[in-house]
Every structure is written in C-alpha cells, then in structure tokens.
C-alpha cells in the first residue's frame, strides 16, 4: 500500500492517496508514518493543504507517529498553496510539539513568506535557526537572499552572500541570481 501511496504523492493524486487509505482500513490495515506522509506529500503536490491538515489530525487521532517529514509534508503543501501564514504556524507548533524543525521545515517556511512578498517575515524565519542549533544550508541562504530581492534590500542579500562564504556554504547560481537581482531594484 505504501509504494501504491508514494506513486500517489510524486503524482500530486491526493484523492487516490486517501481512496487508498480508506481501502486499506476497510481491510483492517492500519494506515502507518510512511503512508500517511506520503498521502500529505500528493496534497502537498496538488497544492492542497486542507486535506492535508485533516490528514495529519488522523494521524494524532490514530495514535500514528508523526515526524519531521510528515510536516515537512505539511508544511510544502501550504507553502505550495500560497498560505505562508499557516506554514510559519504549522512550523511554530512543531516546536511547541517538541517536533525538531529541520533546515527543510525551515527553508520551506521561508520560501512561503518569500513568495508572499514576505521578506521581513522570510528573513525572522532564517535568523531564527540558529537559535534551535539548525545550520543553515545553501538552500536556506537560498530562500533569504531571495526574500531579500523580493523586498529590494540589497545590501542585506549581499551580507547574506558574505555570510555563505564565512560560514562555509557555497553558493550557487540561485544565491548568485538572487543577489544579482536584488541590486537591480
């Protein structure tokens, strides 16, 4: 059921995905972290995050454990639907839920407020971090320069681009990108 599930997920059928489920309960299969994540992950990949929310509230319901990619599911779901303030609440009840957020969590929170015009809010995500004892990674110097361009604040995209370099992070042609076109506004 799991793989018919993960072939659901790379497909963006969340309808399947739950026919799936549902099928498999009627059987007396107890759905497991695997199936649900990746029936959340073809929500994610339809840009539905309502049924990917009450996907999640089964699994505290079933006593399912949930993990650090089951929200990272969650969280690309509402991120790809354009709902940047639920992603950064779905990433603060991660803590509250001693759920560890990953560079990931992060970074994809980040990409959501970017992609809102959310710079600010973007770069509080990115400063945030640390804090937690994540390293950022390329992909989350990544989203902050690019939350800079969005914001026209160039000189803070070219401090991010230093900070790469200084914390040992390559950057890459996106960071280079973004940077670029944030000193062209």
């Given at each position: 059921?799991?793989?018919?599930?993960?072939?659901?997920?790379?497909?963006?059928?969340?309808?399947?995905?739950?026919?799936?489920?549902?099928?498999?309960?009627?059987?007396?299969?107890?759905?497991?972290?695997?199936?649900?994540?990746?029936?959340?992950?073809?929500?994610?990949?339809?840009?539905?995050?309502q049924p990917a929310l009450c996907a999640l509230g089964a699994m505290v319901d079933a006593h399912v454990e949930v993990d650090v990619i089951t929200y990272n599911a969650l969280l690309g779901a509402c991120e790809k639907a354009s709902n940047w303030q639920l992603t950064l609440?779905?990433?603060?009840?991660?803590?509250?839920?001693?759920?560890?957020?990953?560079?990931?969590?992060?970074?994809?929170?980040?990409?959501?407020?970017?992609?809102?015009?959310?710079?600010?809010?973007?770069?509080?995500?990115?400063?945030?971090?640390?804090?937690?004892?994540?390293?950022?990674?390329?992909?989350?110097?990544?989203?902050?320069?690019?939350?800079?361009?969005?914001?026209?604040?160039?000189?803070?995209?070219?401090?991010?681009?230093?900070?790469?370099?200084?914390?040992?992070?390559?950057?890459?042609?996106?960071?280079?990108?973004?940077?670029?076109?944030?000193?062209?506004?």
């Amino acid at each position: 059921c799991n793989a018919a599930l993960n072939a659901c997920a790379k497909g963006g059928q969340w309808q399947h995905a739950f026919s799936l489920l549902m099928g498999a309960r009627s059987m007396g299969v107890a759905p497991d972290t695997i199936g649900l994540s990746s029936a959340i992950a073809a929500c994610a990949a339809a840009e539905r995050w309502q049924p990917a929310l009450c996907a999640l509230g089964a699994m505290v319901d079933a006593h399912v454990e949930v993990d650090v990619i089951t929200y990272n599911a969650l969280l690309g779901a509402c991120e790809k639907a354009s709902n940047w303030q639920l992603t950064l609440n779905i990433l603060e009840s991660m803590r509250k839920d001693r759920h560890a957020p990953d560079a990931c969590s992060f970074n994809i929170a980040m990409t959501a407020c970017a992609k809102a015009g959310r710079w600010q809010q973007a770069l509080h995500v990115f400063e945030s971090m640390r804090p937690v004892h994540v390293t950022p990674d390329v992909f989350s110097y990544n989203a902050a320069i690019s939350a800079n361009d969005k914001g026209s604040q160039w000189q803070q995209a070219l401090g991010l681009l230093a900070a790469m370099e200084q914390d040992q992070v390559t950057p890459s042609y996106v960071s280079y990108s973004a940077a670029i076109s944030a000193c062209e506004k």
